[in-house]
């Protein structure tokens, strides 16, 4: 929790709902530790079936950043939405994160919407993204989604 205050000043989630995000069946959650310490994190979720997963949330404490563990974190998430056979991927990033932007863009996620002011109590408008997993894989030697590389 204090990696997810640190990195959401303002709309952290609280721990009531990490706790149930951890404890979701339709999640898969990551963490990234150096010397003992949480140094990163990153969730997804896709229910059972679905052709669909979203990123739910990917922090790197600033200690942390620079290295590629963001892109590292994600490239595992789309990877195990991969093994859970979903075709797409969705996400939120706020518009006035242009790193993650950047990050996301890089890994073939395009922009389809924005939902304003979506963060509070920001006001900060969300970047709806989209990626179609099976070009993600076909960019390179992307995981399939037996978790051999293709």
């Known amino acids: 929790m204090a990696l997810e205050r640190a990195s959401f000043p303002t709309d952290a989630w609280s721990a009531d709902a990490m706790g149930a995000e951890l404890a979701s069946p339709h999640g898969r959650y990551l963490v990234a530790e150096e010397g003992g310490a949480v140094v990163g994190y990153a969730g997804l979720r896709h229910l059972a079936g679905g052709r669909d997963a979203d990123v739910q949330t990917i922090a790197v404490a600033e200690s942390a950043r620079g290295r590629g563990l963001g892109r590292l974190l994600l490239a595992e998430l789309l990877a195990e939405a991969g093994r859970r056979?979903?075709?797409?991927v969705f996400l939120e990033v706020r518009a006035d994160n242009p790193g993650a932007h950047a990050l996301y863009a890089s890994e073939?996620?395009?922009?389809?919407?924005?939902?304003?002011?979506?963060?509070?109590?920001?006001?900060?408008?969300?970047?709806?993204?989209?990626?179609?997993?099976?070009?993600?894989?076909?960019?390179?030697?992307r995981p399939t989604e037996a978790g051999a590389a293709t």
Do not use: T
Request: glycine share 8%; aromatic share 10%; proline share 5%.
């Open 108 to 141: 073939g996620f395009v922009e389809i919407g924005r939902r304003p002011r979506y963060y509070q109590p920001d006001d900060v408008d969300a970047v709806v993204m989209r990626l179609d997993l099976a070009a993600w894989r076909a960019d390179g030697a």
């Open 85 to 88: 056979r979903a075709r797409e």
